[in-house]
């Protein structure tokens, strides 16, 4: 029926094959979820460690389902030994970049990236409160440096009168805040 083919053209009548008719939709969820993991390592190779809810927070922060997505993300990329999961004093866990999932970061993005196998947590505490700090300035459009970035000299400055920063926030005008986190 010509009539048929004026109001619904040939190009846009399913196919009858179910790959056919889901492949731009397949394509494009395994693209968002190779991004999510990309993402997931970058953040950690930025904070050194974070947890399920801080990487939920950064990668899925507007997703109502971003802690599931984060729980399974995490394990899949446990699973493909990309991360390294260490359990955290007061419960929880803390994820870190595997020598494997540092490779790959680098090799995807150029981005430096370095195992944490041998970071020391030192006072977790301490840590994820900045790390709160930090994401909580990301979520409001500011620009940030993490403590383990300056640790690991991949920030402006390592240590400004004997002090190192717990973080940096910097603002679109260039003002820098620097962050010094204390656990009482």
Not at 23 to 29: H, R
Not at 50 to 77: C, N, S
Not at 127 to 136: E, G, H, V
Not at 151 to 154: I, K
């Given at each position: 029926d010509t009539r048929m083919n004026t109001i619904f053209p040939a190009a846009a009548l399913p196919t009858g094959n179910p790959a056919d008719d889901l492949?731009?939709?397949?394509?494009?969820?395994r693209l968002v979820g190779e991004r999510n993991r990309t993402d997931v390592l970058t953040w950690l190779?930025?904070?050194?460690?974070?947890?399920?809810?801080?990487?939920?927070?950064?990668?899925?922060?507007?997703?109502?389902?971003?802690?599931?997505?984060?729980?399974?993300?995490?394990?899949?990329?446990?699973?493909?030994?990309?991360?390294?999961t260490r359990p955290l004093p007061k419960g929880g866990a803390a994820y870190l970049l595997s020598a494997?999932?540092?490779?790959?970061?680098?090799?995807?993005t150029g981005m430096a990236a370095e195992s944490g196998n041998a970071l020391a947590l030192g006072n977790p505490v301490h840590?994820?409160?900045?790390?709160?700090?930090?994401?909580?300035a990301l979520q409001r459009g500011l620009s940030i440096v993490t403590e383990h970035e300056i640790?690991?000299?991949?920030g402006p400055c390592r240590v400004l009168k004997g002090k190192?920063?717990?973080g940096l926030v910097?603002?679109?005008?260039?003002?820098?805040?620097?962050?010094e986190c204390e656990h009482s």
């Open positions: 492949a731009p939709v397949t394509l494009d969820k190779a930025r904070f050194g460690w974070l947890t399920g809810r801080m990487v939920a927070a950064l990668v899925w922060a507007d997703a109502a389902q971003g802690q599931a997505m984060a729980r399974r993300t995490l394990k899949a990329l446990a699973d493909d030994k990309l991360i390294i494997k999932g540092a490779k790959l970061l680098h090799e995807q840590r994820a409160y900045s790390n709160w700090y930090l994401i909580r640790a690991t000299e991949r190192q920063a717990d910097i603002a679109d005008d260039g003002a820098t805040i620097w962050m």
